[in-house]
């Protein structure tokens, strides 16, 4: 049933019940444009964190990138010489209330309880802490005072509106920019295009997968003639498996690669595999942030070994939620292998000079 909706939110299945859905799609984001505009005439009050606050979100269901931007702008913010925090709401972690996922220098939650996100995040950064919790205003308190941070990054905050912030960034997948065109739950936008005029730094990503960035870039300005516009891609650092073993990219060269994920965009994936000159002999796809038992790796483990491929192939999201004993690292064909990124925008002198400059940007957030 959920993989039919989730055909129905993407424009693949049609019917009664996609009708139905679009129907819901029109109430929903009549509450979204009410619920901007409570807040725009201050019905609903914006809270002054009293730090600065960079927001990174996007206006589509997943697939943007906005992890791996979330901890390039954090260690970027590090080198700046600010105590930078990340604030994430932790999708899908079981942990209640506020939970610091790490301090910066320790993991205090896993996987599941932390949401697959925040461990990423926690795991790939040193000296940053992690503050998980629905209430990103008491988070971003409690880590003043816990941490005396004085940068917060807030994961995943364009529709949170209650919480201010100095720079509100819009993070738009250049390969699949606005879905089907329609609101959820009758397709992939999260708001009304109106709100990419809320934007204040526009950065389109995985740029460099796309023929269409200014078909986009036109559509943009249509909602937000004003905001500075980047162009983003993905740097291949290497591969890492289970054990913490490390290989070259190049190592992916002419091989037969068996992929699998469980992402918002399963596409672009298998586009930066394929541009590396692997060859992709056989897939499997499941629902974003989706946990894997061991029967489900056993399966990857079958498939993999009738489709004839010598490597199995995932995302670093994806192999945070793997558990150990369903894969067995010491054969070859059971080996599991996370193709590990980084967030580079192409103008890094423009994006830094712009993220940090002291006063508003442009006034839309």
């Not at 799609?25 to 807040?39: H, K, P, T």
């Not at 925040?118 to 209430?135: H, R, T």
């Amino acid at each position: 049933m959920e993989e039919y909706v989730n055909g129905i939110i993407r424009g693949k299945n049609q019917g009664v019940f996609s009708f139905f859905l679009f129907l819901l799609s029109i109430v929903y984001g009549f509450i979204q444009r009410v619920r901007v505009l409570l807040y725009r005439k201050g019905l609903f009050k914006v809270e002054k964190i009293g730090s600065k606050v960079i927001s990174v979100g996007n206006i589509t269901l997943g697939g943007t990138g906005k992890t791996p931007a979330v901890m390039a702008i954090a260690q970027m913010g590090t080198e700046k010489s600010f105590k930078v925090t990340i604030i994430t709401r932790g999708y899908k972690g079981k942990a209640e209330g506020i939970n610091v996922v790490s301090d910066g220098s320790r993991i205090l939650l896993n996987c599941e309880d932390a949401g697959d996100e925040p461990y990423l995040m926690a795991k790939k950064l040193n000296g940053i802490p992690v503050v998980k919790g629905k209430n990103r205003y008491l988070s971003a308190r409690f880590a003043i005072k816990r941490f005396g941070s004085d940068l917060f990054i807030l994961d995943d905050g364009f529709q949170h509106l209650k919480i201010h912030r100095d720079v509100n960034i819009l993070l738009i997948d250049a390969t699949d920019p606005f879905g089907n065109n329609r609101i959820f739950p009758g397709g992939t936008l999260r708001e009304p295009l109106t709100a990419i005029g809320r934007a204040d730094i526009i950065v389109l990503t995985k740029s460099d997968l796309s023929q269409k960035n200014a078909e986009t870039i036109k559509k943009i300005r249509e909602y937000n003639p004003s905001a500075p516009i980047f162009t983003s891609y993905y740097y291949l650092i290497d591969l890492v498996d289970m054990k913490g073993d490390i290989m070259p990219v190049k190592g992916i060269k002419g091989r037969s690669l068996f992929i699998f994920s469980g992402l918002a965009n399963h596409s672009s994936f298998r586009s930066i595999i394929e541009r590396e000159g692997a060859r992709v002999k056989g897939e499997l796809t499941y629902p974003d942030h989706f946990y894997y038992s061991e029967s489900d790796m056993k399966e990857i483990k079958k498939k993999s070994e009738s489709a004839g491929a010598d490597m199995i192939v995932t995302t670093e999201k994806d192999i945070v939620r793997i558990p150990y004993q369903g894969v067995e690292p010491e054969t070859s064909s059971g080996q599991v292998w996370a193709l590990r990124i980084e967030f580079i925008v192409e103008d890094r002198e423009g994006w830094e000079s712009i993220l940090f400059q002291k006063g508003p940007i442009g006034g839309n957030s």
